[in-house]
């Protein structure tokens, strides 16, 4: 079992001069339980399935496993989601660190998040300053829910 630790922030300047590649992502969530979720995308040509455990309390840890299935397995498999996110995730060395910010289309237009992975919770990391406010936690911002109650909806934003 992998444990996935990362922590999650909004953007508040311009990252892309730091920028070493992009994807474009769909993604969808096919199957939930109170303690698993389901996860389908394709990344460009290729195609996963994720299936991702309840986040601690802090919701910076959760077991996570992921597969790489055939791209075209997994757009069949989309269509059984219950809707899909779509973003370009753009990946961003700093340091010994890689930070992944995705810039969300759609219901979502607007919404830019940047995660970075930890080894641990406790994990030093660099601060550059383009990240903005700390959203680790906020379930408001976990792609799951954002297909529930999209960001364009928020009344406070």
Request: charged share 35%.
């Amino acid at each position: 079992m992998k444990k996935e630790i990362e922590r999650k922030f909004l953007i508040k300047g311009d990252f892309m001069p730091y920028v070493s590649s992009a994807t474009r992502i769909e993604q969808g969530y096919v199957a939930k339980s109170d303690e698993l979720t389901l996860r389908i995308r394709t990344r460009d040509d290729k195609g996963f399935l994720t299936i991702k455990g309840r986040s601690n309390a802090l919701g910076m840890s959760r077991s996570e496993w992921e597969y790489e299935i055939p791209v075209e397995e997994a757009r069949e498999l989309l269509k059984y989601s219950r809707g899909t996110i779509s973003k370009t995730r753009y990946i961003v060395p700093v340091g010994e660190h890689i930070f992944e910010i995705d810039r969300f289309y759609g219901a979502n237009e607007g919404l830019v998040i940047a995660e970075v992975e930890l080894t641990s919770e406790d994990e030093e990391y660099p601060h550059p300053e383009w990240l903005g406010e700390e959203v680790t936690g906020d379930r408001r911002y976990y792609n799951s829910q954002l297909l529930k109650h999209p960001f364009t909806t928020w009344e406070n934003r």
